[in-house]
T-cell receptor, first 114, second 114 residues
Framework: AQSVAQPEDQVNVAEGNPLTVKCTYS??????LFWYVQYPNRGLQFLLK??????LVKGSYGFEAEFNKSQTSFHLKKPSALVSDSALYFC????????????FGTGTRLQVTL | DSGVTQTPKHLITATGQRVTLRCSPR?????VYWYQQSLDQGLQFLIQ???????AKGNILERFSAQQFPDLHSELNLSSLELGDSALYFC?????????????FGPGTRLTVT
């Protein structure tokens, strides 16, 4: 069975500093990996995905993520955090060998302060 | 705005009752997905429809059912409601039934069972 772990419930970072939100996954084959962001009282918004190819994936709002197969990780990063990045971030995985079921992590709350 | 609409935004009902949640996917999207988000269970995939047919099932209770109509809108029916069914219910859509495609989420329906 596929699974995703987001080991940190909350990440705190000062504005202007780099941020990392961690994600590790478990699937039987090659994974499809996604990051979504949820702002208060809103639905989830797609940020970026890794399907194949370059391990560094660039997405919306200056976010990027690095796929590391040996460490089964897909950490979300941004070089310089903004207060407006404060939100709930979800990592998700899908095993392309199974029916189209997306499995989400428990979410990490990012708090960016001035 | 993702283009996915959900109604109603909020729903308060009593235990034992039955409710229907409605979702209109983005224009042209054939796949509709339903998710439940609660504090204790996180974000859980319930069910997927593709062009009117059930495509994948997740952790959906037997008291819950869904359908997708010829105009591609979808309804999630929840019956014999229990306190534990209180949650945020999201609908998402995507153009195809593709494991590599991202999903576009609606704003959600917050269900409160009293």
């Amino acid at each position: 069975a596929q699974s995703v772990a987001q080991p940190e419930d909350q990440v705190n970072v000062a504005e202007g500093n780099p941020l990392t939100v961690k994600c590790t996954y478990s699937v039987s084959g090659n994974p499809y990996l996604f990051w979504y962001v949820q702002y208060p009282n809103r639905g989830l918004q797609f940020l970026l995905k890794y399907i194949t190819g370059d391990n560094l994936v660039k997405g919306s709002y200056g976010f990027e993520a690095e796929f590391n197969k040996s460490q089964t990780s897909f950490h979300l990063k941004k070089p310089s955090a903004l207060v407006s990045d404060s939100a709930l971030y979800f990592c998700a995985v899908r095993d392309p060998g199974t029916a189209s079921k997306l499995t989400f992590g428990t979410g990490t709350r990012l708090q960016v302060t001035l | 705005d993702s283009g996915v609409t959900q109604t109603p935004k909020h729903l308060i009902t009593a235990t034992g009752q039955r409710v229907t949640l409605r979702c209109s996917p983005r224009s042209g999207d054939l796949s509709v997905y339903w998710y439940q988000q609660s504090l204790d269970q996180g974000l859980q995939f319930l069910i997927q429809y593709y062009n009117g047919e059930e495509r994948a099932k997740g952790n959906i209770l037997e008291r819950f059912s869904a359908q997708q109509f010829p105009d591609l809108h979808s309804e999630l029916n929840l019956s014999s409601l229990e306190l534990g069914d209180s949650a945020l219910y999201f609908c998402a859509s995507s153009p195809w039934d593709s494991a590599s495609g991202e999903q576009y989420f609606g704003p959600g329906t917050r269900l409160t069972v009293t």
